[in-house]
C-alpha cells in the first residue's frame, strides 16, 4: 500500500558539485588550464573564513566549485574508493576532442587509461593533481530534435533487453533513435516501414 502522505522532493538536474582542492593557483591550473572550465566566479568559502571558493564552468552553465586553502598543497595520492565515496567525476566531451585527450595528457605527462569503448559512449580516464579519478566522456549519438539523451538511453536500453544483448552498443542507439523519431514525429504515410527504396 502507498503511502499518500509521503511526497517525492523532485530534482531537475545538478546545481553545483563541490570539491575540497589545494592552493588556489594549482586549482586554476588544473579546471581552466587543463580542463578548459572558464573560471567565473570567486569569493571566500562562507562557511570557512580560512578557504576561497572558486566557480567553473564546466560546459553547460552548471558549476564546479574548488574549496581552496593556501596551506594545502596537491597530494596525487589516489582518493580512496570505499563505500559511501566518490569513484569518479565525468565531463562531456565531443567526438572531436576526445580523440585529442591522450595526446594532449601525454604531453603534460599524465598517465591515463587510453580509449576505452563503453558500447554507448568513448571515454578515457586519468587522476586529477589531487588523486580523483576523472573520466571524459563522448557519446556516440546525437538525439533527435526535441530529445535528450536519457530519451535515447532508456530506448536503447529496452531495445538491448529485447535483444538478449549485454550492453548498449551502436545498433542499440539506432534503433532507439528510430523508434523515438516515428513516435515523436508524424508523417502523412500510412505505412512507415523500412523499405528497399532502390
Given at each position: 500500500?502507498?503511502?499518500?502522505?509521503?511526497?517525492?522532493?523532485?530534482?531537475?538536474g545538478?546545481?553545483?558539485i563541490?570539491?575540497?582542492?589545494?592552493?588556489?593557483?594549482?586549482?586554476?591550473?588544473?579546471?581552466?588550464?587543463?580542463?578548459?572550465?572558464p573560471?567565473?566566479?570567486?569569493?571566500?568559502n562562507l562557511?570557512?573564513?580560512?578557504?576561497?571558493?572558486?566557480?567553473?564552468?564546466?560546459?553547460?552553465g552548471?558549476?564546479?566549485?574548488?574549496?581552496?586553502n593556501?596551506t594545502?598543497?596537491?597530494?596525487?595520492?589516489?582518493?580512496?574508493?570505499?563505500t559511501?565515496?566518490?569513484?569518479?567525476l565525468?565531463?562531456?566531451?565531443s567526438?572531436?576532442?576526445?580523440w585529442?585527450?591522450?595526446?594532449?595528457?601525454?604531453?603534460?605527462?599524465v598517465?591515463?587509461?587510453?580509449?576505452?569503448?563503453?558500447?554507448?559512449?568513448d571515454?578515457?580516464?586519468f587522476?586529477?593533481?589531487?588523486?580523483?579519478?576523472?573520466?571524459?566522456?563522448?557519446?556516440?549519438?546525437e538525439?533527435?530534435?526535441?530529445?535528450?539523451?536519457?530519451?535515447?538511453?532508456?530506448?536503447?536500453?529496452r531495445?538491448r533487453?529485447?535483444?538478449?544483448?549485454?550492453?548498449?552498443?551502436r545498433?542499440?542507439?539506432?534503433?532507439?533513435?528510430?523508434?523515438?523519431?516515428?513516435?515523436?514525429?508524424d508523417?502523412?504515410s500510412?505505412?512507415r516501414?523500412a523499405k528497399?527504396?532502390y
Amino acid at each position: 500500500m502507498t503511502d499518500t502522505t509521503l511526497r517525492k522532493i523532485q530534482t531537475q538536474g545538478v546545481h553545483h558539485i563541490t570539491l575540497i582542492g589545494a592552493d588556489r593557483d594549482s586549482s586554476i591550473a588544473f579546471w581552466e588550464g587543463v580542463l578548459g572550465m572558464p573560471f567565473i566566479f570567486d569569493q571566500p568559502n562562507l562557511d570557512d573564513p580560512d578557504e576561497g571558493h572558486l566557480y567553473f564552468d564546466p560546459g553547460d552553465g552548471r558549476l564546479i566549485t574548488i574549496f581552496t586553502n593556501e596551506t594545502r598543497k596537491p597530494d596525487p595520492a589516489a582518493v580512496p574508493e570505499a563505500t559511501g565515496s566518490l569513484h569518479h567525476l565525468a565531463f562531456n566531451v565531443s567526438q572531436a576532442s576526445f580523440w585529442q585527450i591522450a595526446a594532449r595528457l601525454d604531453a603534460r605527462g599524465v598517465r591515463h587509461s587510453g580509449p576505452v569503448d563503453r558500447g554507448f559512449m568513448d571515454s578515457i580516464y586519468f587522476r586529477d593533481p589531487l588523486g580523483l579519478r576523472i573520466e571524459l566522456a563522448s557519446y556516440r549519438f546525437e538525439p533527435p530534435e526535441g530529445c535528450r539523451h536519457a530519451d535515447v538511453m532508456i530506448e536503447a536500453h529496452r531495445v538491448r533487453v529485447a535483444n538478449g544483448d549485454r550492453n548498449i552498443q551502436r545498433e542499440h542507439l539506432a534503433d532507439a533513435i528510430e523508434a523515438l523519431v516515428e513516435r515523436r514525429q508524424d508523417s502523412l504515410s500510412a505505412d512507415r516501414s523500412a523499405k528497399k527504396g532502390y
